[in-house]
């Protein structure tokens, strides 16, 4: 079976630094490109990037490039999302999701995260 | 970047209704397009993908068509548990983009 799971929700501070994970089972983490959503409170979805752990080749959405960066350790088959200067904007849920043709069809459960002074 | 835009943004119906959610595209997308149902609270579902396949264990009430800009999502007879969100997504090129949501609910 399939699954995606992903770290716990964070409340941080501005200008903190955060990393979340997604852990990836039931399937060979290095075929399929990983791809990370944005949910702002009550907006709709966004991607942010996508990986591809095999070779950790690497596509961010113009909105998000050099705001965040993707990375992904295939020996425990975990993607991962960091921010080095987290704002006040970056308050929302955010999804992994795998990629097939360029779809999400497995979802991780989202991982809320609150920044707030 | 490709721009989706989807049609209406709401719409309420009644259980057994037929509706009809459309999206549309800035440029020729091909069949490059997924539509995705979302519950509050909840991670996107995958309902459709390549514009008209129907992704494994999703109801047969559900289907999609089109091609090039124009796609449609249809429920055939709705269920109560097809309240929810519903976003277009285009898989053509990178960077991939959703649809802004249209929202379905109970009149």
């Known amino acids: 079976e399939v699954q995606l799971v992903q770290s716990g929700a964070e409340v941080k501070k501005p200008g903190e630094s955060l990393k979340i994970s997604c852990k990836a089972s039931?399937?060979?983490?290095?075929?399929?490109?990983i791809g990370w959503v944005r949910q702002m409170p009550g907006k709709g979805l966004e991607w942010m990037g996508i990986i591809y752990p095999r070779d950790s080749d690497t596509r961010y959405s113009p909105s998000f490039q050099g705001q965040v960066t993707i990375s992904a350790d295939k020996s425990i088959s975990t993607a991962y999302l960091q921010w080095s200067g987290l704002k006040a904007s970056d308050t929302a849920m955010y999804y992994c999701?795998?990629?097939?043709?360029?779809?999400?069809?497995?979802w991780g459960q989202g991982t809320l995260v609150t920044v707030s002074s | 970047d490709i721009q989706m835009t989807q049609s209406p943004s709401s719409v309420s119906a009644s259980v057994g209704d037929r509706v009809t959610i459309t999206c549309r595209a800035s440029?020729?997308?091909?069949?490059?397009l997924a539509w995705y149902q979302q519950n509050p609270g909840k991670a996107p579902k995958l309902l459709i993908y390549?514009?008209?396949s129907l992704q494994s264990g999703v109801p047969s009430r559900f289907s999609g068509s089109g091609s090039g800009t124009d796609f449609t999502l249809t429920i055939s007879s709705l269920q109560p548990e097809d309240f929810a969100s519903y976003y277009c997504q285009q898989s053509y090129t990178f960077p991939y983009t959703f649809g802004q949501g249209t929202k379905l609910e109970i009149k």
């Open positions: 390549a514009a008209s």
């Open positions: 039931g399937y060979s983490f290095t075929y399929n490109w």
């Open positions: 440029q020729d997308i091909s069949t490059w």
């Open positions: 999701a795998r990629l097939t043709s360029g779809c999400g069809d497995f």
